[in-house]
Nanobody
């Protein structure tokens, strides 16, 4: 059974940085695409970063230039480095994965496995 576990959520001040991690288990090999989503209170879920098995990344405009996604295929893990955080970044952050995608790996990819989420709060 596939399981993804996020960690690293915290409360930070505006302008601060934070690093989230996600480790997957239950895969016989690293999934093709891993991604990050977030959901703020009262808002829909937003896909904002994706990274392919080969390390090709895609970002939503809301985070481009501020967030950086990486992955470790040997550990089947992904990490999200966030900087210049604003209160608008406050949300529950989820990682996701899919082992096959016929439409590439990007923020519109349909993911099949999800983590339980980790809370990020940006506030002074």
């Amino acid at each position: 059974q596939v399981q993804l576990v996020e960690s690293g959520g915290d409360s930070v001040q505006p302008g601060g940085s934070l690093r989230l991690s996600c480790v997957a288990s239950g895969y016989s090999e690293a999934p093709y695409c891993m991604g990050w989503f977030r959901q703020a209170p009262g808002r829909g879920r937003e896909a904002f970063a994706a990274i392919s098995l080969g390390g090709i990344t895609d970002y939503a405009s809301s985070v481009k230039g501020r967030f950086r996604v990486t992955r470790d295929n040997a550990r089947i893990a992904t990490a999200l480095q966030m900087r210049s955080l604003t209160p608008e970044d406050t949300a529950v952050y989820y990682c996701a994965a899919v082992d096959v995608s016929y439409t590439g790996c990007n923020v519109t990819t349909v993911f099949r496995s999800w983590g339980q989420g980790t809370q990020v709060t940006v506030s002074s």
